[in-house]
């Protein structure tokens, strides 16, 4: 069975955080990190380990306890800034110093607009050291005319690059 992390940071976003962790299939064992300002009630019915992100001495904060991925969405300046330093203060900033350190999958969907000199600088820091930065843009090609299906493409798109099966957009026809 595969596992994956996904942490929730800041307040704006927290929806398609949401979004994601519902349409992760039911298979996956997942791992949910809440920052305060996302912290909402969740049901226990969804194959969830819900995680309080000032314990940062849970499960996942060890590199012996093996997780195929993690994904931050949103991912706020703060928390990406912190990551790109090597700051661990908080569950989600060491579970990716963890994901990092053992050399698995992060992925992350930074939720500025437009996206400061030192964010980039961030992000390319990260990017150069194997994170994967995937911001929540949307496509025109994949036939997107209402915002849940805009969410699905991204998620979708998100769900590719960790190799997880999905149907939530359509793809590209082969010619």
């Known amino acids: 069975m595969k596992r994956i992390i996904l942490a929730i940071s800041g307040a704006s976003g927290v929806n ?23 912290n909402v009630v969740l049901e ?3 194959n969830i380990v819900i995680h309080s992100d000032e314990n940062i001495a849970a499960s996942i904060a060890s590199g012996s ?18 990551i790109a330093h090597g700051i661990a203060d908080t ?7 963890v ?10 969907a930074p939720r500025e607009l437009p996206f400061s000199p030192i964010a980039l ?13 995937a911001p929540p843009v949307m496509a025109y090609y994949s036939e ?5 299906k805009m969410e699905n493409f991204v998620i979708g798109k998100w769900f590719d690059l960790l190799d997880i099966e999905h149907n939530l957009y359509k793809r590209w026809k082969e010619s």
């Open 44 to 46: 226990k019915e969804e």
């Open 144 to 148: 997107q005319n209402s915002l849940d």
């Open 65 to 82: 306890f093996k997780c195929d991925a993690m994904i931050i969405t949103p991912c706020s300046m703060n928390t990406l800034a912190k």
């Open 121 to 133: 600088e961030n992000m390319q820091k990260l990017s150069q050291i194997g994170a994967i930065i």
């Open 16 to 38: 398609l955080g949401l979004k994601t962790l519902n349409s992760l299939p039911f298979s996956i064992e997942k791992h949910l990190i809440l920052s305060d300002n996302a």
């Open 99 to 108: 994901m990092i350190k053992e050399r698995r999958v992060l992925l992350l």
């Open 91 to 97: 569950l989600t900033t060491r579970a990716a110093s």
